[in-house]
């Protein structure tokens, strides 16, 4: 194992979202769908982290953990709890917590979507219904004009594709529908509101006059799609037909406003650069077996608790290809690991820097890493039983406590790298 540093402009951190952190949301789907029983352990999003109340808690741990950067979402439903009303009280507390992360000299990059909504958008369709546009266009307006001030840098909607599959396609989340027609629905509806709110937060911004550079982007889940067996011409052939249905049709569309087919097709928005810098959520590799068109992870390779191979290669695989096409700077929106032993996280972490540190030597400019996730969460349909978290969280006392990983992230952030000393406490056998 050897030592690297990272560019000294380089920036690290963590990502979070506000269902998986908050607590106290009751208005959202995502409420919904727990109380209608569809959690593994049984919990709900109503407990989750009681961030709401305890963040300058949290974000006096992420300056512990030498933070220069955090990813947070705020959640749809709190601001905008029925259909074109806004909560006033809402928002100031999202710029309390905006202000708190800036006194701290963290850098915040703010979601306004991510997997959660109102209630009365569920009512109306949600995404399979194209007044979502304006819906989002008018919620993302309310927000920037409220926020712009303090934040520059936005995603607009986090990881489209797993919304769209998940929800839509294998009925895991909300919706809980089961239709590859309105995963393509719903794909080309986020596309649209994805380039509406880009848009509309460049022109809020400089309309404000609001200082600093806006940066708009999408957080991407990308992973490698391979074929299970390379001998087999039909693994092949179907794991490049996954990889485009998944993941490039909907991430080329959302580029440059051209639909890709199934997607949909002309540029019903006019086409343009719809991006500012490459947003990547790396977390695993996938083997295509053309039967029965499944995914399953190369059994002989080491996974996480959840069963997801550890291949930290993909992530430069992916950063190339990517970068290749858009030709913009790359920001690591999400990368980290279930671990509940916390047995294997601070290697998974020193990997994937590492193949972030060759590819900045190599010329691709990837600019930032934020760790998913600062503490273990409400993992969505897993509970509150998968623990991605640098802080380890007791839920029934909301004490945290830092994972030795966390300690070694925190080093790495500092260092921007990781020296023989680190190399010699945290990852030596
Ligand atoms: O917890 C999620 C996050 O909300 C989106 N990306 C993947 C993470 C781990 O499953």
Not at 35 to 48: E, F, L, N, P, Y
Not at 85 to 114: C, K, M, S, W
Not at 275 to 285: A, E, L, P
């Amino acid at each position: 194992m050897k030592a690297f540093k990272l560019p000294s402009d380089f920036l690290m951190g963590s990502a979070t979202s506000a269902t998986q952190i908050e607590g106290g949301m009751s208005q959202s789907n995502w409420y919904k769908w727990c109380v209608d029983g569809h959690i593994k352990d049984g919990s709900t999003c109503i407990r989750a982290n009681d961030h709401w109340n305890r963040y300058a808690q949290d974000i006096g741990w992420m300056k512990k953990l030498n933070h220069q950067v955090y990813r947070m979402s705020v959640d749809w439903s709190r601001i905008e709890p029925r259909k074109g009303e806004f909560d006033q009280e809402a928002i100031f507390h999202y710029r309390d917590i905006i202000q708190e992360l800036i006194n701290n000299g963290i850098r915040p990059l703010v979601t306004l979507h991510h997997f959660s909504h109102p209630l009365w958008l569920v009512e109306e369709g949600e995404f399979e219904n194209e007044k979502v546009v304006d819906y989002f266009e008018r919620f993302v307006t309310f927000v920037v004009e409220n926020l712009g001030d303090l934040v520059s840098e936005y995603i607009t909607i986090n990881e489209p594709s797993v919304f769209g599959v998940l929800g839509y396609l294998f009925g895991e989340c909300p919706p809980g529908k089961k239709s590859i027609k309105l995963v393509m629905q719903v794909y080309k509806n986020m596309t649209l509101c994805h380039i509406k709110a880009y848009q509309t937060i460049h022109r809020v911004r400089k309309q404000s006059l609001f200082n600093g550079e806006t940066k708009v982007g999408v957080a991407h889940a990308l992973r490698v799609f391979d074929p299970l067996s390379l001998k087999n011409p039909f693994d092949k052939l179907a794991a490049k037909i996954m990889d485009y249905l998944f993941q490039e049709a909907l991430v080329m569309s959302m580029s440059d406003g051209k639909l890709r087919f199934p997607i949909g097709k002309g540029a019903p928005l006019g086409t343009g650069k719809f991006y500012d810098f490459i947003g990547i959520n790396y977390y695993t590799r996938s083997a295509v077996q053309c039967i029965g068109f499944r995914i399953t992870a190369f059994k002989q390779n080491p996974q996480n608790d959840l069963g997801w191979e550890i291949y930290p290669e993909g992530l430069s695989q992916l950063c190339k290809r990517y970068y290749k096409k858009l030709n913009a700077p790359i920001w690591i929106t999400e990368n980290g690991t279930c671990d509940k032993k916390d047995a294997f996280r601070s290697r998974f972490i020193y990997d994937h820097l590492h193949e972030v540190s060759k590819l900045c030597k190599e010329g691709i400019p990837v600019q930032r890493y934020y760790h998913w996730t600062l503490m273990d969460n409400f993992e969505w349909a897993e509970g509150e039983s998968a623990p991605f978290g640098l802080i380890k969280v007791d839920f029934e006392t909301q004490q945290r406590i830092l994972r030795r990983s966390g300690s070694f992230y925190a080093e790495a952030c500092r260092e921007k790298g990781v020296t023989r000393e680190m190399i010699h406490k945290y990852l030596s056998p």
